[in-house]
């Protein structure tokens, strides 16, 4: 199968669909794959080292969107809705929930659409959006701390604090990926932390991970609202797969929290948790409503593309294999969590919570895979 690997064009995206080491399994499987020039020299990847793993190097995106199965990052810009055809297999992060423009683009289309994001295992876990998660949740911690400094607009607040005074209060919604990950580091830095869940079994497995060294608190309005006023930092965790975020932060509580703190909300991909969340970029990561800060950029791996592609890679390559190896009639037949994955299909949302978020009907992916 020819495989495209286009250069990312998203703001603030360096990451890369393949890596040469991903290339070579790829190549020896006699798969054939076309890198569009320059496509991973932001992480230090040179065409000539694509070259040496047995890629064809080509020009331009154009050559790359060509092939019969297209891997990305990002989901396709407007600029990339062009290159969509009827008889391609898109393989990416697509986020389709708060982007009706990009959904009705690949349904206008025709062609096969597949979202990291919702890739199930056989235990209900999501392991292509895991990698990023474990990145983005670190990272939040690590924005979080920036920003609260006073020259960044913040409070002020030493998230670790120093001997005589406290340390900063972090409140993390969500006690998934994102939120386990963001827990460790938060933690790591010294700070007094907060978990605020809606089911009681991932609040206990922090709470025995990290026995005496977190609060855990189970979600409702009461609880989320004083979690988050007495919070310097929160970080939103929480994930609906495939679907839109659900927003736990009202325009009313937010003017209840203390000036200068930070939001980061994790979510933004889905539409974020905050009412007044909206995407932000690496180049312009933070705005200010009612004297809080929100951190909402929505490609946060984004920011360490060489960690971030390699982590990528080990967890997306299997799939591109079945995918390249069987065709993705029979690698999604075989596969009920990867059939999950399908987002898009000949012009039919193929997966219900997308379908749900943006109010359209939708069809089952096995129907679409048996047509």
Not at 36 to 60: C, H
Not at 153 to 160: D, K, M, N, Q, S
Request: glycine share 12%; with cysteine.
């Amino acid at each position: 199968m020819r495989i495209g690997v286009p250069a990312e064009i998203k703001s603030g995206e360096f990451r890369v669909g393949l890596v040469p080491a991903s290339v070579r399994e790829l190549r020896a499987a006699g798969h054939e794959v076309l890198v569009q020039s320059g496509a991973g020299a932001p992480i230090g990847f040179g065409d000539a080292q694509y070259a040496a793993a047995g890629a064809r190097i080509v020009p331009g995106a154009a050559d790359a969107w060509a092939a019969e199965l297209v891997v990305k990052v990002k989901e396709p810009q407007a600029a990339e809705y062009a290159f969509l055809r009827p008889d391609q297999v898109l393989f990416t992060y697509l986020h389709l929930a708060p982007d009706p423009r990009q959904t009705e683009a690949l349904q206008r289309a025709g062609g096969v659409a597949i979202a990291y994001e919702t890739v199930t295992d056989r235990d209900g876990g999501l392991p292509l959006l895991a990698p990023m998660s474990a990145v983005a949740g670190r990272l939040a911690v690590q924005a979080g701390a920036h920003f609260l400094e006073k020259t960044q607009g913040g409070r002020g607040v030493l998230l670790g604090g120093v001997p005589g005074v406290a340390p900063g209060r972090v409140t993390v919604l969500g006690a998934g990926s994102v939120g386990s990950h963001a827990v460790r580091m938060a933690l790591g830095l010294g700070a007094a932390v907060t978990v605020v869940n809606r089911t009681l079994p991932r609040l206990d497995a922090l709470d025995r991970e990290y026995p005496g060294r977190i609060r855990t608190l189970l979600a409702g309005g009461a609880v989320i609202e004083e979690a988050v006023c007495g919070a310097d930092l929160v970080v939103g965790a929480v994930l609906h797969p495939g679907g839109v975020a659900p927003k736990l932060i009202d325009r009313a509580l937010l003017k209840k929290m203390q000036r200068g703190a930070v939001i980061v909300d994790v979510a933004i991909d889905q539409g974020g948790c905050c009412e007044t969340s909206r995407p932000t970029t690496h180049a312009d990561p933070v705005f200010v409503e009612e004297g809080v800060l929100h951190y909402c950029v929505a490609n946060m791996p984004g920011a360490v593309p060489l960690t971030s592609a390699l982590a990528l890679n080990n967890a997306t390559l299997p799939y591109l294999r079945a995918l390249a190896d069987k065709g993705w009639r029979r690698a999604l037949g075989d596969d009920p969590g990867f059939a999950a994955g399908l987002n898009v299909c000949a012009g039919q949302i193929a997966h219900a919570a997308v379908a749900q978020a943006l109010g359209k009907r939708w069809m089952a992916p096995q129907e679409l895979i048996a047509a």
